[in-house]
């Protein structure tokens, strides 16, 4: 029992040490707590999406900046990679959150989600990857 205590005392001494309020922190059980956050989105759009409907997407995807505040910056592009591994994915909204509370307030954010339920029409797929920022 004492082992299993010591065991559990060092533990937190080497997460604190690392700078991670707990395992999950630290582990892969979840997303940190400090740091900068980036939200990456990636959109592949229908075969029949067209111009309008597309340009359409990117100003009300852009137009989320200025209705959420917990979005600090807010860039996109369109693919111009000559490597031709994009699988049919054209968009890149890249997104920076103060830390993952901020993150987490905008996902279920009202302006997010009629975003998200206008994307039906168009959209053939979507990739969405956050991490924290390291040096």
């Given amino acids: 029992m004492m082992n299993v205590r010591i065991v559990l005392?060092?533990?937190g001494i080497g997460l604190a040490a690392a700078g991670c309020s707990s395992t999950s922190d630290c582990c892969?059980?979840?997303?940190?707590?400090?740091g900068v956050v980036r939200h990456v989105v990636?959109?592949?759009f229908k075969d029949g999406?067209?111009?309008?409907?597309v340009k359409a997407v990117e100003e009300k995807f852009r137009a989320l900046k200025s209705r959420i505040p917990q979005i600090q910056d807010?860039?996109?592009?369109?693919n111009v990679s000559p490597e031709n591994h994009?699988?049919?994915?054209t968009h890149c909204f890249f997104?920076?959150?103060k830390d993952a509370a901020a993150r987490d307030a905008y996902l279920p954010h009202p302006a997010h989600k009629e975003f998200g339920a206008s994307?039906?029409?168009v959209l053939d797929k979507v990739l969405v990857v956050d991490y924290v920022s390291k040096d």
Avoid at 74 to 78: I, N, V
Avoid at 86 to 89: E, R, Y
Wanted: avoid cysteine; proline fraction near 6%.
């Fill in 95 to 97: 997104l920076t959150f």
């Fill in 74 to 78: 807010l860039e996109w592009g369109t």
């Fill in 42 to 44: 990636l959109f592949k």
């Fill in 86 to 89: 994009a699988q049919g994915f």
């Fill in 28 to 34: 892969g059980g979840g997303a940190p707590s400090r």
């Fill in 9 to 11: 005392a060092l533990l």
């Fill in 119 to 121: 994307l039906g029409p």
């Fill in 49 to 53: 999406a067209s111009a309008e409907q």
